[in-house]
């Protein structure tokens, strides 16, 4: 049954999550005023309000105007949901539960606004370090391991990219922040890996986006969503993947 709560949890964060990434980048108050359409400024009704129902429900529309409301709502609260699942399965009712949904939640926010505008908005960045920082001290009250390594994480995740960044000018400052902040809550190998796979799927990403002429090769793409990604297949799954590695691979 506890996993049904997690599930929900994550989709009414989902929905919050959907806001932020509305307005952060019109700098707007992510709490005032309430949830309204963007098209007439009609403010939602609580059952309107409902992740992934109200939508079904409403046939994807406003209620009022008829504005056709975009299908990545949904799919973010249920993004969001699925991660929320997947972390507490993993690790159970802990402190590390709570700490790898709040850094599930901030990547989405992270990678959807650079996804959208290739900006990282300095808010995000500065309460991430600031949880990253709460959740090092907090292990530091409860058991003194690791501190070192989620400190250094942070230092060498945001170095690497850092690195890049001088020497190829092909990459923005943000990517810097992300990395740091993702290597705060992921240690040193969870970002190296993270950083790895970040690299591989932005790649990927950007031959596929040649071969389709979606865009030329002189073109910026946002490289922060593939951090965002990297680093949650790390959180979810590093060990594994390491453990694959040293086994049948070396």
Do not use: W
Not at 61 to 77: G, L, Q
Not at 183 to 190: A, C, D, P, R, V
Not at 208 to 214: F, P, Q, Y
């Amino acid at each position: 049954m506890d996993f049904v709560l997690v599930l929900v949890l994550g989709l009414v964060i989902g929905s919050f999550l959907n806001v932020c990434i509305y307005r952060i980048p019109l700098e707007q108050s992510i709490a005032f005023p309430p949830s309204h359409c963007t098209n007439c400024d009609h403010k939602l009704e609580p059952l309107e309000l409902i992740p992934i129902i109200s939508y079904i429900f409403l046939g994807g529309r406003c209620k009022y105007c008829k504005a056709k409301i975009s299908v990545r709502y949904p799919v973010i609260e249920i993004v969001n949901g699925i991660l929320y699942l997947l972390i507490y399965l993993k690790f159970g009712l802990t402190i590390i539960t709570l700490k790898y949904c709040v850094l599930a939640s901030l990547l989405i926010v992270i990678g959807m606004i650079d996804f959208d505008t290739q900006f990282v908005f300095t808010n995000t960045i500065i309460f991430g370090g600031v949880v990253g920082i709460g959740f090092v001290i907090l292990q530091a009250i409860i058991n003194k391991n690791g501190v070192i390594d989620l400190l250094l994480g942070g230092i060498i995740g945001g170095g690497i990219i850092g690195l890049i960044v001088y020497l190829t000018k092909g990459m923005g400052e943000g990517d810097i922040e992300i990395a740091g902040i993702c290597g705060l809550f992921l240690g040193i190998k969870g970002i190296l890996l993270g950083l790895f796979l970040a690299v591989i799927l932005g790649g990927i990403v950007g031959i596929i986006i040649l071969l389709l002429e979606l865009k030329k090769a002189k073109d910026k793409m946002a490289f922060g969503p593939c951090i965002a990604i990297g680093s949650l297949i790390s959180m979810l799954f590093g060990v594994e993947i390491l453990t694959l590695y040293m086994n049948y691979l070396m």
